[in-house]
């Protein structure tokens, strides 16, 4: 079973930055699509970001142009690079698979808080 491990989280001032790093115990990402989630209190969880296997990305209209999602096949890892950030980001982000063989697959995640 695969694990997928967050990190990179942390308290940054409104218009800050932050990048979220998602390592898999396996080199998955090159053959699933990954993804960035958050989940703010009282509110579902969202997709914030993905990234597919030829690279094609997609984001929520609320990060478009903020924020960036990359992969390294070699460090099986993902990355979220947050931009600009705004006390509206504030939530528990996961790293989790969108789709392919290991769908379903979730990191615990990580707290990102933006202080006004």
């Known amino acids: 079973q695969v694990q997928l491990v967050e990190s990179g989280g942390g308290l940054v001032q409104a218009g800050g930055s932050l990048r979220l790093s998602c390592t898999a115990s396996l080199n998955i990402f090159s053959i699933n699509t990954g993804g960035w989630y958050r989940q703010a209190p009282g509110k579902q969880r969202e997709l914030v970001a993905s990234i597919g296997t030829g690279d094609r990305t997609n984001y929520a209209d609320s990060v478009k142009g903020r924020f960036a999602i990359s992969r390294d096949n070699a460090r099986k890892t993902v990355y979220l690079q947050m931009s600009s950030l705004k006390p509206e980001d504030t939530a528990v982000y996961y790293c989790?698979?969108?789709?392919?063989?290991?769908?379903?697959?979730w990191g615990r995640g990580t707290q990102v808080t933006v202080s006004s």
């Open positions: 989790g698979i969108v789709g392919g063989p290991h769908f379903g697959s």
